[in-house]
């Protein structure tokens, strides 16, 4: 747990154990392969305020469903950000009501972007990485593609639409999914990425062709 390292945050127990079984609770819901968790408390006097908190937090009724909020997430490196303009912009031509999230669109100064970001990913439609050397070097994004996988294997749908912006190495994992290549004459190839994209959200699917390309 990251909280090992931030030192003593003058929280009560009973404020961090509910948070930590809401945050298991929904990883375990979205697929994780977490199937048990063990709770270890250093003071023996605290042992009947966490069983306390576990007692009402079980007694809360099922956690729901996640609702979609928006019907594409875009995860990219900021390097690519002429790329993803020139996406975007033919998406939202093509199609003016697609409900986009993006960071730098969606993020403001003081948000908790963490939790922000889990619950964009967790609430959209379809996830759209851009594959550059640049993204497979930034945690943040692969922290986001992590995530994706996560959702896709619990909505059992080709959840991700990745676009190929670099030479980059792919794993066999990550060839999984269909991708679209956009490394040669790359803004006419992204402007028909969009173009199948905004067709795709038009058809009412996220459930996309087993194919590793679909040029």
């Known amino acids: 747990m990251p909280l090992i390292a931030t ?6 127990i009973s ?3 509910p948070v930590l079984l809401e945050v298991l609770t929904r990883h375990m819901r979205l697929g994780s392969a977490l199937g048990r968790a063990v709770i270890a408390v ?3 006097m605290s042992v009947p305020t966490v069983r ?3 007692r009402q937090f079980r007694s809360r009724a099922t956690v729901l469903p996640v609702v979609n909020e928006h019907e594409v997430f875009i995860s990219y490196q900021h390097g690519s950000v002429n790329e993803i303009d020139h996406f975007l912009s033919v998406v939202r031509s093509a199609r003016p009501r697609t409900s986009v999230w993006m960071d730098r669109e969606r993020l403001k100064p003081g948000h908790g972007w963490n939790s922000m970001i889990a619950g964009a990913i967790d609430g959209a439609k379809i996830f759209v990485p851009f594959y550059s050397r640049q993204y497979f070097s930034s945690m943040i994004c692969q922290e986001e593609l992590a995530a994706a996988h996560i959702r896709r294997r619990a909505l059992r749908s080709e959840f991700i639409l990745p676009v190929l912006l670099d030479d980059v190495a792919l794993s066999s994992y990550l060839q999984v999914t269909q991708f679209k290549d956009a490394r040669i004459n790359n803004k006419e190839k992204l402007t ?3 173009h199948s994209l905004a067709a795709r959200l038009d058809a009412r699917t996220t459930t996309f062709a087993p194919l590793r390309d679909f040029n």
């Open 52 to 54: 306390e908190a576990i």
């Open 7 to 12: 030192g003593d945050q003058q929280r009560s």
């Open 192 to 194: 028909e990425a969009a």
């Open 42 to 44: 250093h003071d023996a």
């Open 15 to 17: 404020e961090v154990v």
